[in-house]
């Protein structure tokens, strides 16, 4: 069937299964951003915004989305690049396979929360799983991102 | 140094971190049929018949595989240099299916929704045997899990076939039973460590075509694409030469893909059907149809004298390596082979014991390759036997450990060591003096301990894996270098660059690192054993030597001078007097398209044979919720020595990452059977690696030692971070709770249990 939804400020028209995913159907379409790690919404890896909240997009029926808007990080690139620069300069993106789903997350931690301490920013993502980094060099950049570490 | 030692970024971070179409399945053909795996869903059966004739009417399915229709060739899937030492006990298809998720058939149709209702229509009729699951169990059991008569070993490595012993292993010196004898204190216990999961992020994944001139390619998110070449030719019995193996970005791998384990069904696929062909393991897959580490049980024997030397090191073992025999033998040996030469007042040591066959998923590589539960048991051990002796156990390893220059009685030498200044690091940045042994109080029941434990790995394996490296010199002055290394995340590519920017005296993006295609890049075994940075890393250096000799004699020529009278400076190479100079950029463009019509290159194979070994010391500060038994990590440090650290960052995150793997397999990570050889355990929903929340913080630090055979004095940083969190935890547990915890992961109700029990007791 068909979906109107407009994807990265773009209205597109979407042919998806009725039993498709949102993650495999962003994935159909190019957004290759998008990644899929454990089918069991565990992982945070297919994380996009829908209507500009952090989603699990593997957990969600593409249908669902019809008339509404959908963000992945190629429509955050921008802001994403500049994270990423933080995140590269720490070493901390490492194998990079989850890190579309983290930026997507730390991005939309930004616009949501002021200032945020440790805990705060730990509870926020935790739901994106990591299994190379072991989580303290994303911290370290997150907080130097967002201008609350110590020595920025 | 200009390069090596500086934490420059990734070169690749930015695409990786930005989701850009770098992996195997953002790379596959997106018209190419999808390839699925029927599975077994019983633990030991023969296929008595199998029926396709359904599912290859069904429209849209390319083929259906059975073991008719495969080649009846034995293989190993384990990624070792030739001959391997594992087994070959495999074929693509096996009439005997030897666990849950044992493949059964290959389909492949147009569409993922095709080739899962074909699946479906594959009739199968089994012979149900008699399982073997527990591996105590196992030899001598009425059941024979390889009872074929073309299993093929290339080695002897102690198999007794119809007793499902894949491998019987012993190293003595000194005769440990006279010597245990006059110890005045022994301590003795059995340890039991888990099946652990890799769970890297980017799930097994392969994708193959046939190209121009009708050879196979196999896109395969792999560590080891020469050992896939090469067990694809033997597997598929076609010849190497045919066969091409590229090595896309990789999301992480861990040792999980150190071991072949998609690329054989799509390939197959490809050369039955002549299309492109992709398979996606999907998570439960991952968890239930490929490798895990080898479960053991280990029971150690320490003896010491009243001074408080340790004087024999005496440790049995047993090992799980499940339906296959990947990598059965080899890290059995590292278990005493990374334990044994740790403490050097010993007089007499020994390991010894069998890896057996069952009828669960199989063992096979992973981050630590046995010295992982080799240092659980050793340093457990240690650790009891400071609370014997009423010693520090820092104290008590500072007495005993081997030292920088000292040859174990094993007849290991070790050339660096910081180990003791890790741990003298590691007690301050811990509080030690504060924290050893008081338990403290935390109100609501809550108590916090600390514990310690130190370890070593190797760097490569000695005298067998060698490494080669190309670096060209191009007409724009940059240079190309080709290697067959595989950088799984961690770095590599980019710390290789950096060495030979360092000997080439570059900027770091004149250096265009490829790898890794088995056209194109010189022969490496892969990035497994901790062999990147030390064997790979020494080939490049050496291939940049011989580079930049060649370039020194080219601009001798070219400017009349004496090559001994010139220097090389950043971008020109002039004479000492500074009377001649040409800038690199012109030589480099007349000798490749000019009057020089010579490119050059430097080229170089490295082997070691010595694998020296990286160090750590590990504490940790955990609380312990008595109500519950719950343990959670409040402080973990590691401190290493891994020589020279080529990229402080790179190495950080390391360190960290595997602390963190390490800390999942202390606590929470386990893999399950039930009654049936099911797998329980086949998502991240059971299977609990650490989220953000469970690792409490994490303090790095790095005490440099210098590696003399090493690139720049480095050894290796990947796999001996892993080792310490188990046994350091577990002694943590102890002090804050009274309590040893012998068998991982150290699981709440294991806690409570044991605290209920020792309260029972002294009531």
């Given at each position: 069937m068909q979906i109107e939804v407009i994807i990265n400020d773009k209205a597109m028209a979407l042919r998806v299964g009725k039993a498709e995913f949102l993650a495999d159907a962003l994935r159909r379409y190019g957004f290759c951003s998008v990644r899929k790690g454990c089918d069991t919404t565990c992982c945070g890896l297919c994380s996009v915004w829908i209507d500009g909240q952090p989603t699990l997009s593997c957990a969600v029926l593409a249908i669902r989305v019809d008339g509404k808007t959908v963000t992945t990080l190629e429509g955050v690139a921008a802001e994403a690049e500049a994270f990423a620069k933080v995140l590269a300069a720490e070493g901390a993106e490492q194998c990079g396979f989850c890190s579309p789903g983290f930026i997507m997350t730390v991005l939309a931690m930004k616009r949501e929360l002021t200032a945020p301490s440790d805990e705060e920013i730990i509870h926020y993502l935790t739901g994106n799983l990591c299994r190379c980094t072991g989580y303290m060099g994303q911290l370290r950049a997150v907080k130097t991102y967002l201008g609350v570490a110590k020595d920025a | 140094m200009r390069n090596v030692s500086k934490s420059v970024p990734k070169t690749d971070a930015l695409p990786l971190a930005l989701g850009k179409p770098v992996y195997t399945e953002d790379l596959a053909d997106a018209n190419a049929l999808v390839v699925k795996i029927l599975r077994s869903p019983h633990a030991f059966a023969r296929i008595k018949q199998i029926d396709a004739s359904k599912a290859l009417k069904l429209e849209g399915v390319a083929c259906v595989l059975t073991h008719n229709d495969v080649p009846d060739v034995r293989f190993t899937l384990?990624?070792?240099?030739?001959?391997?030492?594992?087994?070959?006990?495999?074929?693509?298809?096996?009439?005997i299916v030897r666990y849950v998720g044992d493949e059964v058939a290959i389909v492949a149709a147009v569409d993922e929704k095709t080739a899962v209702k074909a699946m479906k229509l594959i009739k199968v009729d089994y012979e149900v045997y008699q399982a073997v699951l527990d591996f105590e169990k196992?030899?001598?059991?009425?059941?024979?899990i390889h009872p074929e008569s073309d299993l093929h070993c290339n080695f002897d490595i102690g198999m007794k076939q119809m007793e499902n012993v894949v491998s019987t292993h012993k190293t003595e010196v000194g005769d440990v039973e006279a010597v245990l004898a006059e110890c005045a204190v022994v301590v003795e216990e059995t340890y039991h460590t888990q099946a652990q999961a890799h769970a890297m992020m980017e799930t097994y994944r392969a994708f193959s075509h046939l190209d121009h001139t009708g050879r196979l390619v196999v896109v395969s998110s792999t560590q080891i694409p020469f050992h896939v070449r090469r067990q694809l030719a033997r597997a598929l019995q076609i010849p190497a030469s045919r066969i091409r193996v590229i090595k896309p970005r990789i999301g992480g791998g861990f040792g999980g893909k150190q071991t072949g384990v998609v690329e054989m069904f799509c390939a197959i696929v490809t050369l039955k059907t002549g299309k492109a062909a992709k398979i996606v393991y999907d998570r439960k897959e991952t968890f239930g149809c490929t490798t895990s580490r080898h479960a053991m049980k280990l029971t150690v024997r320490l003896g010491a004298d009243l001074e408080g030397y340790i004087r024999a090191v005496d440790i049995q073992g047993l090992s799980d390596t499940g339906a296959y025999g990947e990598h059965a033998s080899t890290v059995f040996a590292v278990v005493g082979d990374k334990t044994l030469?740790?403490?050097?007042?010993?007089k007499a040591v020994r390991f010894y014991g069998q890896v057996v066959y069952t009828n669960k998923m199989p063992a096979g590589a992973l981050r630590g390759y046995g010295a992982t539960q080799g240092g659980f048991a050793l340093e457990s051990a240690v650790n009891k036997l400071a609370v014997v002796l009423k010693v520090d156990p820092a104290e008590l390893r500072l007495k005993n450990l081997i030292r920088e220059g000292e040859t174990s009685v094993t007849g290991k030498t070790i050339n660096s060591s910081a180990l003791d200044r890790c741990i003298i690091t590691g007690k301050e940045l811990i509080g030690w003096q504060e924290k050893y042994p008081t338990r403290k109080e935390c109100g609501a029941g809550k108590v916090r301990g600390v514990g310690m434990a130190v370890t070593m790995q190797g760097s490569g394996i000695a005298g067998i894996d060698t490494a080669a490296a190309e670096i060209r010199w191009n007409d724009d002055g940059n240079y190309t270098l080709l290697i067959g290394s595989t950088d799984m995340g961690t770095g590599s590519d980019t710390i290789l660059a950096q060495m030979a920017a360092e000997v080439l005296d570059a900027e770091l993006d004149s250096i265009i690192v490829h790898a890794a295609d088995t056209d194109v890049s010189p022969y490496d075994p892969g990035s497994?054993?901790?062999?990147?940075?030390?064997v790979t890393g020494m080939a490049v250096v050496k291939a940049a030597q011989e580079l930049k000799q060649k370039i020194m004699e080219q601009a001798a020529l070219h400017l009349a001078a004496d090559a001994a009278d010139l220097v090389w400076e950043r971008e020109e190479i002039r004479t000492l007097r500074g009377d001649k100079r040409i800038e690199l950029i012109s030589l480099a463009n007349l000798l490749v398209s000019g009057r020089g019509k010579m490119q050059l290159s430097g080229t170089a194979t490295h082997g070691s044979p010595v694998s020296p070994p990286p160090f750590i010391a590990g504490f940790a500060e955990v609380e312990v919720d008595l109500a519950t038994g719950k343990v959670a990590v409040v402080e973990y440090v590691s401190v290493v020595?891994?020589?020279?650290?080529?990229n402080p960052n790179l190495a950080r995150i390391q360190v960290e990452g595997g602390t963190v793997q390490g800390i999942g397999m202390a606590l929470t990570e386990d893999v399950r059977y039930d009654r049936r050889g099911m797998m329980q355990t086949n998502s991240f929903m059971q299977y609990k690696i650490p989220s953000r929340k469970d690792v409490g913080e994490i303090k790095v630090a790095f005490e440099a030692s210098h590696e003399p055979t090493g690139p720049f004095g480095a050894k290796s940083v990947g796999e001996v971070v892993i080792n310490t969190p188990p046994p350091a935890i577990a002694h943590a547990v102890y002090n804050a709770t009274g309590v040893w915890i012998t068998e991982l992961p150290i699981l709440p109700e294991k806690v409570w249990q044991a605290v209920q029990k020792k309260q029972g007791n002294e009531e």
């Open positions: - | 384990a990624g070792q240099s030739y001959p391997e030492p594992s087994p070959y006990d495999r074929l693509v298809l096996d009439p196992a030899a001598g059991a009425a059941s024979i030469p740790l403490y050097n007042k010993t497994y054993a901790s062999s990147t940075t030390y020595d891994c020589g020279t650290v080529i």
